[in-house]
């Protein structure tokens, strides 16, 4: 297969570069290059630029709102907005959601939801992971009972990614207990602010409180909000899934991790010398310089299949594995390369004030942080411990 960009991709990507330099606020810009949070307002933001554009949902088709864009213009945008230090696009709407409710929901349901997702009046987040119900999702507890006109939910998520902004969550609930249990699960759309829900932060090590635990008690939830079948829901969580997967080698976030571990390393002195010329911290670089070389191609490759219409098999998994790896590697040499000031977080550093003066070079101050927050990118997604179980069951289907 032909790995080569063609000339309408290379112009499609100068095209998004020559966007990006004139529309993308430099504040933004700075904050994800250096690791900082950003907050909703900020996020809220930069999906707006780019929903006037018309680029926000570049994964949709366009009788939806989206670009119609094939995998490839997919894959290019994605990449120049990483290397431009963009913020991510928030995905659980957009990348997740939507397609759902574009295969599965009701013409009301896409009517009312799709356009409230692409405007910003809908934040939406994930209630999958329940307390012993991760990796093994089948196993969940959260119950949804039908009274004749709404679904009476209790049980409780957690890992919600950024629930403290949305309020709205698509949740999976088990609607019936007998034969496997699959299936008896649903697919719910549950508004926040509905009577009976709270949220609970769970603060990081980094005092963030990007995750959060969130409780059901008693919680009224229309029929017209369950998506497809009633007990079809796991189907529908595993076509989400291959959409949470896209791109989960996270290429170009390797390839920006790589980039700032350089400037670091250039910067950092050893003996008097840049750490970048010590020979054993160089052959480091280059390793994990190496394998995200292997690991673009691939990604490449797997791009052009899609392109041409094939569903990728085991190389996901494959990529999931890899990039992770790749990153936590690329974290990790971050991390050694600016020494004291690597030390973890004391609970003083999470008073509020107590960071306004960075201590160290400003290359430091997000380092640690990224390292403690990216020790996840093994188990979202789909563990590596399950991804590998998948390219073995792969392998001996031979």
Known sequence: ??????????AFRQEVRAFLQANLPQSLSDKVKYGKTLTKSEH????????????LASNWPVQYGGTGWDSVHRH???????????????PFGLAMLGPVLQEFGSDEQKEYYLPRILNGEHWWCQGYSEPGAGSDLASLKTTAEFDGEHYIVNGQKTWTTLGQHANMIFCLVRTAKEGKPQEGISFL?????SEGVT???????????????????NVKVPAKNLVGEQNKGWTYAKYLLTHERTNIAGVGFAVAGLASLKRIARTEMY????????PHFAARIARVEIDLMAMSTTNL???????????????????????SVIRQEINSLARSAIGPYAMPFVSEDLDPGSNDLPIGPEHATSVTATYFNNRKLSIYGGSNEIQRSIISKSLLEL
């Open 1 to 10: 297969m032909d790995l080569n960009y063609t000339t309408e991709q290379l």
């Open 271 to 278: 003996k008097g010398r840049p750490l970048i010329e010590n």
């Open 301 to 323: 490759r797997v791009i052009s299949q899609a392109a041409a219409g094939k569903a990728p098999g085991a190389e996901s998994s494959m990529l999931k594995i890899k990039g």
């Open 44 to 55: 809220e933001q930069w999906h707006a630029i780019l929903h006037k554009q018309g680029w």
């Open 76 to 90: 290019l945008f994605e990449e120049e907005l990483t290397r431009a230090s963009a913020p991510r696009i928030v």
């Open 199 to 217: 949220l609970r932060p769970i603060v990081l090590i980094d005092g963030e409180p990007e995750v959060n635990e969130v409780f059901f008690d």
């Open 189 to 193: 759309l549950i508004d926040m602010r």
